[in-house]
């Protein structure tokens, strides 16, 4: 049997060893997937354990996505964002399907971002995916975060790509009823985290709102969205189609994306 994981801190929360193990079963696949709770600290001995071990595959969550360079090989859209969330343990080989996986949420949802403005509150590495992913599809990219310095540098980074700039937190407001798009990639509103908005309810007001959080599906962002009338894209339409994307780096072909959403969303149901 074969193994599979992902590592994160902390990891309680994560839906991802139902998902994919459901999806295991469903093709046949003799594989077990498991969540590995791994401290920042500890990451580089994680990455190398699960080499000696024989894992084949990690998905990598909060907070490794950029610190996880340190130890494997970026490849592709991952090189050029900074940013891994999936491996290929045995090559050391890091790759971004968060890209993929953001963008075809979007589409499924009926959003096309071209020539719509979009802002993104965060600046790790989920941010950094979903920033790119907009920029090359011709929306304008506006990022705020509560680091300036940390958001300065990706708008930075990601104007390479197209049009992007940053915006201070603390002057959100100002944004109010000038952007199409609101995207959540921070943890506010996951369960385990602080459960409250990562923006002021005035933003939230005649936009799309795509929370990146899946858990609880309807945080405090969809959950007024909602209330406003807004279009929502949910996060665990992201967390599918990123691993279905991974599933092609690690057997060739995507995963079936119905067998993973069910499961990912009955394994929601059982945490709450």
Request: aromatic share 8%; proline share 4%.
């Amino acid at each position: 049997m074969k193994c599979y994981g992902v590592i994160g801190y902390p990891i309680k929360h994560s839906v991802s060893p139902a998902m994919h193990n459901a999806a295991f079963r469903h093709e046949g696949i003799d594989a077990i997937y498991l969540a590995f709770e791994v401290r920042p600290e500890d990451l580089k001995y994680a990455v190398l354990g699960a080499r000696a071990l024989g894992i084949k595959g990690l998905n990598v969550t909060i907070p490794h996505k950029e610190s996880i360079l340190e130890y494997v090989r970026p490849t592709g859209i991952a090189r050029k964002i900074g940013a891994v969330n999936t491996v290929a343990v045995e090559r050391l080989e890091g790759h971004n399907t968060d890209v993929y996986g953001a963008m075809r949420a979007l589409e499924e949802a009926g959003v096309n971002p071209e020539g719509k403005i979009a802002l993104i509150v965060g600046a790790g590495g989920a941010a950094k995916a979903i920033a790119f992913g907009l920029a090359e599809r011709n929306a304008t990219v506006i990022v705020t975060n509560r680091t300036e310095s940390r958001g300065i540098k990706l708008a930075d980074e990601v104007r390479g790509a197209g049009d992007c700039i940053f915006h201070p937190y603390s002057r959100l407001e100002e944004l109010k009823g000038r952007v199409d798009i609101l995207i959540n990639a921070t943890p506010v509103g996951m369960r385990g985290f602080e459960s409250k908005l990562p923006v002021p309810e005035s933003i939230v007001e005649n936009v799309v709102v795509f929370d990146t959080v899946y858990n609880p599906m309807n945080t405090p962002l969809i959950s007024l969205a909602k209330k406003r009338g807004c279009k929502v894209v949910y996060g665990i339409d992201m967390l599918v189609f990123q691993a279905v994307e991974a599933w092609k780096i690690w057997f060739g072909f995507e995963g079936d994306a119905g067998v993973m959403r069910d499961a990912a969303i009955k394994a929601l149901l059982q945490l709450q």
